[in-house]
C-alpha cells in the first residue's frame, strides 16, 4: 500500500477526470452566454429599427408610437428567429415628443443552464432615437368668394381651424411652427401694410383760394357799333391778350354774360377781338354795366393749390370746398398750370359761387386716390383706391422680388368697402388669433385665385419682410432644417384679372359699365396661376392644393393638379365633410414631412 501510494505516473489523467464535469458545464455555458449575447444583440438591433420606424412616423401620443413600435418589433424578430419577445414599450420623450424611447425584453432557451435555472434566460435592451424635424412656415390661402357662402365657408371654418391644431405645435423650441392665412375673393386685403405693397398714393393737393377775376369791376361808358367792336372803359388797366367778362350792359345787350380776347388796346378804349358789333342794339349809358380781367382765358375758374404738381390735361377731382360747392365731387380738366395754381378748363368761373374754404384737388391717374376712366361699355367712372391688391405686372409679374422694387398692383372699386374684409395674416404661432381671424371669414366678391396664390408665396418669402416682419418675418431660403408649405384652397373659376388696378374688360365676370375698356395686363388668370406655381416650385416651396367640388370644372382640376407637388399633394372633396378630412390629411402629412425631413 506505502507503494502504492508512492507512485506517481498517471496523475494527470486523475486530475483531469477529477476536472471534467466542471469543464464540460462551463464549456457548454459559454455557449449559453454567447447565446444569449447574440439575442441581445438581435434584440437591441430589432429595437434599434423599429424606433427610428416610430420616429419618422407622424405618432404624436405615446398610444400610437407604442402600437407602432410593437408592430415593427415583432415583425423584426420574426425575420431573425432569435428569442421570443416577453415585453416592449414605445414612448415619446424630450420636447413636443422629439425623442424616441423604447425598451424590450426577450426570453432565450439555454442548453446548460436551463439544469440550475429551470426556465429561460431573459435579455433586454434599451434606446433612445431622436426623432429629426424641421423648422415649418406654412400658408393657408383661402377662397372666401362669393360662391363659398353658407355651410361651405362653415365647413372652411372647421376645416382650417383644425389644421391649425396639427401644423402649429405648442412648444416653439427647439424648432417652429408658424401658419399664415390668406383670405382671397377679387384680391386680398393688406389693410394698412397695403401702401408698402403698391405705393403710396400720391398727395392730394390743398385748396386755399379759387376764383376768377383778376381784379376790380370797371365802368364802361361806351361801345361802339363797329367790326370789331370798340369799348371805352377810362382806367381800364388792360393788355393785349387779356380777357374780360362784361355784364349788365342795356341797348346793346348781346355783348353781356360773356368772355372776350381783348385787343387793339389805346389809351382808355379796346377791342373785343372777333366781335362784330355793326348789327347790335346801340349802347346806352348806365351805372350798372362793367367789365372785369379775368385770371384765365375764356375766364376759367382758376384754383389756387401750392405745389399741386398737375399737368395741363390732367384729370382731377375736388372734394370738400365749402362755399363754391358746384367743384365738389366732379370731375375736372387741368389747364394752363403755374407751379402754384391751375384753371379749370372749358369752366365758365362768373357761373360759380363765392369761395369761403376748405377742399382738395384729387389726381385721377393710377397710382392716386381717385382714378377716372372709361368702362368697357363707353360710361365715364371714377373708382376710389383701396387696401385690396391685385396682380404684379412687368418683368417681376411671376418672381417674389421685393415690393420695394416691385410694388404689386392697385385696386380701384367703385365703393371702397367692397374690398373683402378679411386681411391677410403672416406667419405667427399664435393659435387663437390665427383661428379668431378664421372665424371671422365672410364670403363675398369674385375669384382672383391667382392674387390669393401669389400672396400664399409672398408670406412665406423672405423678400418681403418688409411688410411681414417682426415674428412674422419668413427666414431665408436654403436655411438648414427649414419647409416652406403653401396651401391653396378654392371652389372654382379664376374669373377676376386686372388693367390699371380695375377688373378687366376680357374677365368673365361682372358687368361692362364696372370694367376698365382694356384687357388683363398679365392675360388669363389660369396661366397666371401657372407660372406662379413654377416659379414658387423652383424655390423648393412645397405646394397642395384642394379643389372643393371642382370636378365638374376641367380649367380649376387641370391647374390644380399641376401645382401641386404630386399626385398626393392635390385634394379633390366634395362636400364638408371632405374638406374637413382633406384638411386633416395635409396637417398630418405636413406633420410627418417635418420629422422625416
Known sequence: MRGFLSRREGAVAVQFAILALPLAVLSLGLIDVNRASMSKRILQDALDASALIVARSDADTDAEANALGQQALVAQLAAS??????????????????KVIAT?????????ADLWLQGDMTVGAKTEVMRSSANLEVSLVLDVTGSMGGSRIWDLKVAAKDLVDLVVQDVQTPYYSKLAVVPYSMGVNLGSNAAKARGAVRSTASISDAGWAGGDP???????????????APGHGLSNGDYVWIEKVKGMTEVNDRAYRVTGVSGDTFELSGVDSRWYDKYKTSKKDKLTRCQAQDCELVVTARGHGFANGDQIQIRDVSGMTDLNDETWTVDSPTSDSFALADTTGPDFSSYRSGGSANCMEPGCQYFHFKSASGRQQ?????DCVTERVGSDAYTDASPSRSPVGLNYLADPDDCLSSEIKGLSSDKAALKGLIGDLEAGGSTAGQIGLAWGWYTVSPNFSSIFGGTSQPAAYGTPDLLKVVILMTDGEFNTAYCQGVVSEDSSNGSSSSKINCDATNG????????????????????????????????VTRLLSNCASGPDHFYQPSSGSDLKEAFKAIGKDISNLRISS
Do not use: H, W
Not at 428567429?81 to 422629439?98: A, R
Not at 426577450?106 to 446548460?112: F, I, K, L, W
Not at 370797371?218 to 371805352?232: F, G, H, K, L, Q
Open 81 to 98: 428567429g432569435e428569442g421570443v419577445l416577453i415585453s416592449s414599450n414605445f414612448s415619446l420623450g424630450g420636447t413636443n415628443g422629439s
Open 104 to 112: 424590450a425584453s426577450a426570453s432565450v432557451d439555454p442548453v446548460v
Open 218 to 232: 370797371v365802368d364802361i361808358d361806351d361801345i361802339d357799333r363797329s367790326n370789331p367792336a370798340r369799348v371805352t
Open 382 to 386: 371714377v373708382y376710389e383706391i383701396t
Open 524 to 555: 388669363d388668370p389660369f396661366d397666371q396661376a401657372a407660372k406662379m406655381c413654377d416659379a414658387m416650385k423652383a424655390k423648393d416651396i412645397i405646394i397642395y392644393t384642394v379643389g372643393f367640388d371642382i370636378s365638374s370644372n376641367r380649367d
